[in-house]
Structures are given as structure tokens and as C-alpha cells.
T-cell receptor, first 114, second 111 residues
Framework: SQTIHQWPATLVQPVGSPLSLECTVEGTSNPNLYWYRQAAGRGLQLLFYSVGIGQISSEVPQNLSASRPQDRQFILSSKKLLLSDSGFYLC?????????????FGSGTRLTVV | GNSVTQMEGPVTLSEEAFLTINCTYTATGYPSLFWYVQYPGEGLQLLLKATKADDKGSNKGFEATYRKETTSFHLEKGSVQVSDSAVYFCALSRLNNDMRFGAGTRLTVKP
């Protein structure tokens, strides 16, 4: 069966420090991968999605970047964190097929920038 | 473009009350429709889905019917429990990399 792993679960980082969040998927090949951010009490904002290794699409300009070094690995990074980067970060994957079968989400990373 | 509008919360109900969370959509073509649930401190879980008009998705006592004529996908449950307290997201997708989420509705069920 397919599983998605996301870590760390919580992170407290000072302003100006770097960030690296990792997401890996097991049990499937060539998935679509996504990074979302959820600010406190708000909805989901799509940050990046990837349809293949090295292929990254950014939905909004921001202080973050994403990379997909391997088929089932998706990394969210920042060189220097801002206070506004605080939030709940969610990784998700979906199958590549005609039609829509929904997304499967990881358990999330709660990032607090202090 | 494609979008979803769901009722604003928060919604507070007593245990065993009837639940409705409204969701309407705007889309070209024939999207698939979804409800996701997010329990405190966790990621989103797919609750139910419907892929064509008049389909009814159901799971864990929750139901939603894909109504093309009213462009709606309202979530209902006949008798809520305290354990149903969570944030509920309506979403739509036409392809498989274009999921659009509503803003989420927080439900609190009191004993």
C-alpha cells in the first residue's frame, strides 16, 4: 500500500535560519507531489507542485523553494526564514492518471519561526 | 477558473444534532468533488468523493450528493458525535493536479 512520510512533525527555528522539510512517498511510482501551507485558522495555500524529477511549479512568489531530487522525494527549503513563514506545512501526492482520485496527505510539519 | 465556496464557520452543535455544511462550486466541464477532514494537529484525510452528477459519496455516516443543477456538494450527517469535531474542506478537481480547496469549516461538537 502507498504511504507518505513527512518530517519533522514540529520545528522551532529562529528568523534568518535555513529550513529543510522532507517528504517521501512509498508504494507508488512517478506520483504528482505537492506542498501546501496552512496558516493558523486559515485554509490551504498551494505552494509548489511537481509532476516529475526536477520539475517544480510555483504557485505563489515567496521565500521558499522546492526540489525533487528523486522520484518519490520532495523537499521544501528556505535560505533565510521569515516570521511570516510560520504555519502548518503539508505534503501530498496523487496518482498520474486521467480523472481525479483525490490527494493523500502527510501528517504535516508545524513550523514556528521565532 | 475553478473554485469552491463553503460556508464559513465555526459551527457548534450538540451531540446527536444534524449537520449540514454547504459547499458550492464553479468549474468548467465536469469536475470530481471531494470532502476532506482534518483532525486537530493532523494532515487532511479524504472523507468522501463523487465523480459525476447525482453520485452520492458516503463514509462514516457522512453523505454528500453531487448536484450539477445547483453546483453544490453539501456535507450532511444525521447524528454528530464529539469525535466528529474537526475542520472540513470541500474541494474539486478536473484533472489530477489541479485540486482546489475551500477555506474550511471548523466543526465543534459538544457533549
Amino acid at each position: 500500500s502507498q504511504t507518505i512520510h513527512q518530517w519533522p512533525a514540529t520545528l522551532v527555528q529562529p528568523v534568518g535560519s535555513p529550513l529543510s522539510l522532507e517528504c517521501t512517498v512509498e508504494g507508488t511510482s512517478n506520483p504528482n507531489l505537492y506542498w501546501y501551507r496552512q496558516a493558523a485558522g486559515r485554509g490551504l495555500q498551494l505552494l509548489f507542485y511537481s509532476v516529475g524529477i526536477g520539475q517544480i511549479s510555483s504557485e505563489v512568489p515567496q521565500n521558499l523553494s522546492a526540489s525533487r531530487p528523486q522520484d518519490r522525494q520532495f523537499i521544501l527549503s528556505s535560505k533565510k526564514l521569515l516570521l511570516s513563514d510560520s504555519g502548518f506545512y503539508l505534503c501530498a501526492w496523487s496518482v498520474v492518471t486521467v480523472g481525479s482520485y483525490g490527494y493523500t496527505f502527510g501528517s504535516g510539519t508545524r513550523l514556528t519561526v521565532v | 477558473g475553478n473554485s469552491v465556496t463553503q460556508m464559513e464557520g465555526p459551527v457548534t452543535l450538540s451531540e446527536e444534532a444534524f449537520l449540514t455544511i454547504n459547499c458550492t462550486y464553479t468549474a468548467t466541464g465536469y469536475p470530481s468533488l471531494f470532502w476532506y477532514v482534518q483532525y486537530p494537529g493532523e494532515g487532511l484525510q479524504l472523507l468522501l468523493k463523487a465523480t459525476k452528477a447525482d453520485d452520492k459519496g458516503s463514509n462514516k455516516g457522512f453523505e454528500a450528493t453531487y448536484r450539477k443543477e445547483t453546483t453544490s456538494f453539501h456535507l450532511e450527517k444525521g447524528s454528530v458525535q464529539v469525535s466528529d469535531s474537526a475542520v472540513y474542506f470541500c474541494a474539486l478537481s478536473r484533472l489530477n493536479n489541479d485540486m482546489r480547496f475551500g477555506a474550511g469549516t471548523r466543526l465543534t461538537v459538544k457533549p
